[in-house]
């Protein structure tokens, strides 16, 4: 049962139908999209809970804690746990509206409902609707009762009803629009210690670089986004540590363990001990970290132990 009975923007417009009893169904909440084939609100004799006239106002007509009548009722009534919402507009017409501001108030009320009414932001298949009893995209009582999303009229009452409202509607738009759950919080060291490492995740995040002068390619620039494992990391901020460099061995990689590495090179050649230790070699470097025989000059290989001198 909601427990918001009125849309705190909404213009309350009651008609003489004051509502029908609620039945939640299986208590999956739904948003259920109506457009009105009109340019202006309807003298309803059967109305929603709302209607939207996108860019101009927002009507309710009916508490949540009771059911609209937009969907006819036929053999079976379908629409008493639905919130059922009329968008002013034409099913023909929804594909081409444009974004503002049709469809960027219609992303708003939608993810009202969601906050408020607990309406998931999903979206049944709106790219075949077609009009009648048994259009292809229209569904049964149970398949209806069991979605719990935004879905349209023409979703509803397979055999009973016939409009195809509210068209092919923009679901992409509407996706891009509409407020994801943003990224979970990085998670600590302990937890991350075997999951791959972005170049800057943790405390930065990452950078562009320039290589300093010395670097065989300085001047230019970079931004690492190969991924590795923080134990990775903290064996090479090791091998830093031992070459002098000031980093952290917290295995995360920072803008101070890339500018260490770049900073940290003692020389190249085989008679030299010391390796170019470039921002972007990381490879050779790790297989290095895990230890083998000594070897001196050029590029690093699997097996190699690696020495750093300071500069
Ligand atoms: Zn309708």
Request: net charge negative; proline share 9%.
């Given at each position: ?59 309710q ?26 968008v ?51 569904r ?104 002098g ?42 297989k ?5 025989s ?6 690093l ?11």
């Amino acid at each position: 049962m909601a427990t918001v009975l009125w849309h705190p923007d909404a213009i309350k417009r009651p008609y003489k139908a004051k509502g029908k009893p609620w039945s939640g169904g299986s208590g999956n909440p739904k948003f259920l999209f109506h457009t009105t084939e009109t340019t202006g609100l309807p003298n309803y004799s059967a109305p929603p809970h709302m209607t939207l006239h996108p860019g101009v106002k927002l009507w309710q007509h009916i508490p949540f804690n009771m059911a609209a009548y937009s969907v006819r009722s036929g053999k079976v009534d379908t629409m008493t746990f639905a919130y059922q919402i009329e968008v002013i507009g034409r099913a023909r017409e929804v594909p081409m509206y444009r974004a503002v501001p049709w469809y960027t108030e219609v992303a708003k009320l939608i993810q009202w409902f969601h906050d408020n009414l607990g309406v998931p932001i999903e979206f049944e298949d709106f790219s075949v609707m077609k009009y009648g009893q048994l259009a292809p995209q229209r569904r049964n009582y149970a398949t209806v009762d069991a979605f719990s999303g935004v879905l349209g009229h023409a979703h509803v009452g397979r055999g009973i009803d016939s409009h195809w409202d509210p068209g092919r509607l923009n679901v992409e738009l509407l996706e891009e629009m509409l407020n994801k759950p943003g990224p979970p919080p990085p998670p600590t060291l302990e937890e991350e210690e075997m999951l791959p490492l972005k170049y800057g995740d943790g405390m930065e995040d990452g950078q562009t670089l320039t290589y300093p002068p010395g670097h065989p390619e300085a001047g230019a620039q970079f931004t690492t986004s190969r991924f590795y494992k923080r134990s990775d990391v903290r064996a090479v901020q090791g091998m830093l540590r031992d070459a002098g460099a000031s980093v952290n061995t917290d295995g995360v990689y920072t803008v101070k363990t890339a500018e260490a590495i770049m900073f940290v090179t003692p020389g190249s050649g085989a008679d030299s001990n010391g390796f170019w230790f470039h921002g972007n070699d990381w490879a050779p470097t790790l297989k290095a970290a895990y230890g083998g025989s000594g070897s001196g000059g050029g590029d690093l290989s699997f097996g190699d132990t690696v020495k750093l001198t300071q500069p």
